[in-house]
């Protein structure tokens, strides 16, 4: 069973960077047809995709957010991670990391780490 | 870049009701990348509906999705206790690439 477990500093200080690592385990990173992303969501909000790296390597992101972040992958660790640069207060959310499929939805999720940006 | 409205914001229903929830896009949005999501508190949103019809794995059939073009409804057809929650539908536009979520229907105890 595909599970994956979202891990990096809970507290980020106002202008630096947001450092995040999803863990997959139950499953391959290089298998085919499948994104890996990061999903956030500010406390009593809802949810923003913020980006996605698909098998082949290639990224894509929220516009709102594409000048700060960068979604990479190690494949020998089975990892991806997510930057997010010059903080402020309103990057504080939970961020999830998931599995994304096109024509199939989200349906692995991590279970979510609060990252509160505070000096 | 589509934008996804949901309505209502809030739904009071009681348990064995009906619930209709609607999601609407601001340009058509194929059937194949439109989802429909369940969350409740302090938990990661879980998948219900991919495709707008075809309900994910352990999905009670009482949930169905259905629409097309820019309008598309998530149906449960009796509300049980553990259905108050809230919803969010997704879309995947195809170029480029792009995950949209919509902003919620709460469904709440009348």
């Known amino acids: 069973q595909l599970q994956l477990q979202e891990s990096g500093p809970g507290l980020v200080k106002p202008s630096e960077t947001l450092s995040l690592t999803c863990t997959v385990s139950?499953?391959?990173?290089?298998?085919?047809?499948?994104?890996w992303g990061w999903i956030r969501q500010p406390p009593g909000k809802g949810l923003e995709w913020i980006g996605s790296?698909?098998?082949?390597?290639?990224?894509y992101y929220n516009p709102s957010l594409k000048s700060r972040v960068t979604i990479s992958v190690d494949t020998s660790k089975n990892q991806f991670s997510l930057k997010l640069s010059s903080v402020t207060a309103a990057d504080t959310a939970v961020y999830y990391c998931?599995?994304?499929?096109?024509?199939?939805?989200?349906?692995?999720w991590g279970q979510g780490t609060l990252v509160t940006v505070s000096s | 870049e589509i934008v996804l409205t949901q309505s209502p914001g809030t739904l009071s229903l009681s348990p064995g009701e009906r619930a209709t929830l609607s999601c609407r896009a601001s340009?058509?949005?194929?059937?194949?990348?439109l989802a429909w999501y369940q969350q409740k508190p302090g938990q990661a949103p879980r998948l219900l509906i991919y495709?707008?019809?075809s309900r994910a794995t352990g999905i009670p059939d009482r949930f169905s999705g259905s629409g097309s073009g820019t309008d598309f409804t998530l149906t449960i057809s009796r509300l049980e206790p553990e259905d108050f929650a809230v919803y969010y539908c997704?879309?995947?536009?195809?170029?480029?690439?792009?995950?949209?979520f919509g902003p919620g229907t709460k469904v709440d105890i009348k």
């Open positions: 998931a599995r994304l499929v096109a024509a199939a939805g989200v349906a692995a």
């Open positions: 139950g499953g391959s990173i290089s298998s085919s047809s499948y994104y």
């Open positions: 790296i698909y098998y082949s390597g290639s990224t």
């Open positions: 340009q058509s949005v194929s059937s194949s990348y």
């Open positions: 495709g707008a019809s």
């Open positions: 997704q879309q995947y536009g195809s170029s480029p690439p792009l995950f949209t």
